[in-house]
């Protein structure tokens, strides 16, 4: 939900009240979760990708991998894991790496991990990539920035830096 913080105060019991105000109507979630224990996550907003930027993302993934006779989802993949900003690392006992990859990788073919040595005994470093469909606009027009430059190498055309623009809802420069 978006919204802005507004107030912080401390109740007499030496607990926080966090005020919001909120988009939207969020009564019926109110009085639905009014005294029950719930998690509560704060993050600062940033718009999602739009829907037309994935369809030319996958569009130019398409035009890639026909140009080069590879799958689409080896562009897909490669393409990820070519772009800063889109993945974490984590130090995890080896015992535990290989429920790791499995779990993580499950979430969808852009969710990737990669290995590296740690220097720390027992435990390896391991690099996670999340899918594009958790990308905000930034990470979405990183993502094309670099379909785009693929593509052009391989002589595929593609949208002008005005339409671009236009369809990430940003300045955006190809």
């Avoid at 140009?67 to 689409?72: H, L, N, Q």
Wanted: aromatic share 6%; proline share 2%.
């Amino acid at each position: 939900m978006k919204g802005r913080l507004k107030d912080l105060t401390r109740s007499i019991t030496g607990k926080y009240i966090i005020s919001a105000e909120v988009e939207g109507d969020p009564r019926e979630m109110f009085d639905s979760l009014k005294d029950a224990d719930i998690e509560i996550g704060i993050k600062k907003y940033r718009e999602r990708r739009s829907l037309d930027a994935n369809a030319y993302a996958w569009v130019l993934i398409g035009k890639i991998a026909e140009a080069m006779r590879i799958d689409r989802t080896e562009v897909y993949r490669a393409s990820i894991r070519a772009i800063g900003g889109t993945s974490t690392i984590v130090c995890v006992q080896d015992k535990a790496l290989d429920a790791l990859r499995q779990g993580w990788e499950q979430n969808g073919v852009g969710w990737q991990t990669e290995t590296m040595p740690s220097k720390m005994k027992g435990c390896t470093n391991v690099i996670l990539y999340y899918g594009s469909s958790t990308y905000d606009t930034r990470q979405m027009s990183l993502l094309i920035d670099h379909l785009v430059q693929d593509a052009k190498a391989l002589g595929i055309e593609t949208m002008t830096p005005a339409e671009l623009e236009a369809m990430l809802g940003q300045h955006h420069a190809a």
